[in-house]
T-cell receptor
């Protein structure tokens, strides 16, 4: 079956530090890949997505590249802000499927 | 509508009681999904609706769980004879089309259920 593995958290960084949250997946076919973010007290919001190999999704300074050869979709940001503190979820959607399969989530805390 | 809405936002119930959770999807979205977010299990898929039918209900954890959708819009998730392990945040999502490549699912704020 499908699965998504994220790096374990929590992750604590200082403002303006570089962020990487690793995400690898197992799936048949050619899934679409997503990063969702959950800010404190709020629902899940789409951060970025990529639908095919070598696509780069980007939003709000965050980027992730769909790497089929390494089955990865790592999230990066060059300079984090306190407002980026949230839980980040990597997810995949099968080509022929309807359900999202989520990773465990990574709690990020950014200190001033 | 502006976004996916869910009600109630919080629900406290006693073990053995039935509960109903409601979801209003974004207007015009044909697909609707229910997920559960709990500490021990992370985010789990429960059921998916295309229009008023449910082609995939394989994620429902037991026969105490059921869901329906009417008019291609509002959906209700019902949990009968609630148990403490049902305590979780129940999330609803909708998308414009089902089974589209890279189709984005938009999530509601969730209903936090606590079974005492």
């Amino acid at each position: 079956g499908n699965s998504v593995t994220q790096m374990e958290g929590p992750v604590t960084l200082s403002e303006e530090a570089f962020l990487t949250i690793n995400c690898t997946y197992t799936a048949t076919g050619y899934p679409s890949l997503f990063w969702y973010v959950q800010y404190p007290g709020e629902g899940l919001q789409l951060l970025l997505k990529a639908t095919k190999a070598d696509d780069k999704g980007s939003n709000k300074g965050f980027e992730a590249t769909y790497r089929k050869e390494t089955t990865s979709f790592h999230l990066e940001k060059g300079s984090v802000q306190v407002s980026d503190s949230a839980v980040y979820f990597c997810a995949l959607l099968e080509t022929s499927g309807s359900r999202l399969t989520f990773g465990e989530g990574t709690q990020l805390t950014v200190n001033p | 509508g502006a976004g996916v809405s869910q009600s109630p936002s919080n629900k406290v119930t006693e073990k053995g009681k039935d509960v109903e959770l409601r979801c209003d999807p974004i207007s015009g979205h044909t697909a609707l999904y229910w997920y559960r977010q709990s500490l021990g299990q992370g985010l789990e898929f429960l059921i998916y609706f295309q229009g008023n039918s449910a082609p995939d209900k394989s994620g429902l954890p037991s026969d105490r769980f059921s869901a329906e959708r009417t008019g291609g819009s509002v959906s209700t998730l019902t949990i009968q004879r609630t148990q403490q392990e049902d305590s979780a945040v129940y999330l609803c999502a909708s998308s414009l089309f089902p089974r589209g490549v890279g189709e984005t699912q938009y999530f509601g704020p969730g209903t936090r259920l606590l079974v005492l």
